[in-house]
């Protein structure tokens, strides 16, 4: 049995496909006020639970031999303590206890640079160090940007051809598929080169960030309208928010080193990945025209 937490979100979705699509037992931990629908659809156990309690995590735990964790935390509502770092030293724990097998996290890259404004990273990378002592075995994923994240962005940019670029164009990204993703997060618990190691997981292709635009010009045909501000006018409306909500404020931070920062994947990474899980990396692009129709 696999315990996939964050079983509604972007990641966790294409994980139970996958477990589903092999026929494999899965129980997917989900809020009540998800939905789940689809995940029942396709034969999944659900788990309705809270991540901030330590009594539903262990029972959720109980008879299940691997476990990965797709969910995240809402960084507005202030939970990156609470989901980001207990919720996962609290899994640990208590798949431990149940004797779980192997243990994969999502993690996120650049998390071991030590930004000190980014809540999200500071937690990440202090549950990859307790797991890592924890005696279990495991898989540590550092996955770049997501490409299902931009899907609402191409949606946007095809009805107003119209991205909003944050920041520095020329940083460069290698934003990897999210179906890639989960077929990792799935094989890990048994492709041996996998056992106990930390693995960057990205795209194909070194991007620039303003080669996103571009990719979704080619895609529906159109020239895009690039809107740059500067970091500097994040960081003002940043500040000016602090006046209203010192936590929102402080929230912010891991978005604003998401932004200032480049996350991208060597091609020896990517090259290591591909000859471990016996795959072929999918582009931006192709991704992007296969969800949308084009």
Do not use: W
């Not at 997501?146 to 107003?160: C, D, G, I, K, V």
């Amino acid at each position: 049995m696999f315990l996939v937490t964050g079983a509604t979100g972007g990641l966790g979705r294409r994980i139970v496909r996958v477990l589903r699509e092999q026929q494999k037992p899965v129980r997917a931990f989900v809020r009540l006020t998800s939905r789940y629908g689809e995940l029942e659809q396709r034969g999944a156990d659900i788990f309705i639970g809270d991540l901030q309690r330590e009594r539903d995590i262990q029972k959720a735990c109980q008879d299940v031999q691997y476990v990965i964790t797709a969910h995240g935390a809402n960084e507005s509502s202030g939970s990156a303590q609470a989901i980001e770092y207990r919720a996962n030293i609290d899994l640990i724990d208590s798949a431990k206890e149940a004797g779980v097998e192997h243990f994969v996290f999502t993690s996120v890259l650049g998390v071991d640079r030590g930004y000190e404004d980014a809540p999200v990273f500071k937690a990440k990378r202090e549950v990859e160090k307790y797991l890592q002592a924890s005696g279990l075995n495991y898989t540590i994923l550092r996955p770049s940007g997501f490409s299902s994240n931009l899907l609402p962005l191409a949606e946007r940019f095809r009805q107003t051809g119209i991205y909003l670029l944050i920041g520095d164009p020329r940083n460069r990204t290698s934003i990897v598929s999210t179906d890639d993703l989960a077929k990792i997060a799935v094989d890990s618990v048994t492709v041996e080169g996998a056992r106990n190691q930390i693995l960057s997981v990205g795209g194909p292709e070194i991007l620039t960030r303003e080669d996103v635009p571009r990719i979704f010009g080619r895609v529906f045909n159109r020239e895009p309208i690039i809107l740059n501000p500067p970091l500097l006018a994040f960081d003002g409306l940043r500040n000016a928010l602090g006046f209203l909500n010192p936590q929102l404020q402080k929230s912010l931070g891991t978005l604003r080193v998401l932004l200032a920062n480049e996350y991208f994947c060597k091609p020896e990474e990517i090259a290591r990945l591909e000859s471990m899980f016996d795959m072929k990396m999918e582009s931006l692009e192709r991704f992007i025209r296969r969800y949308m129709g084009v």
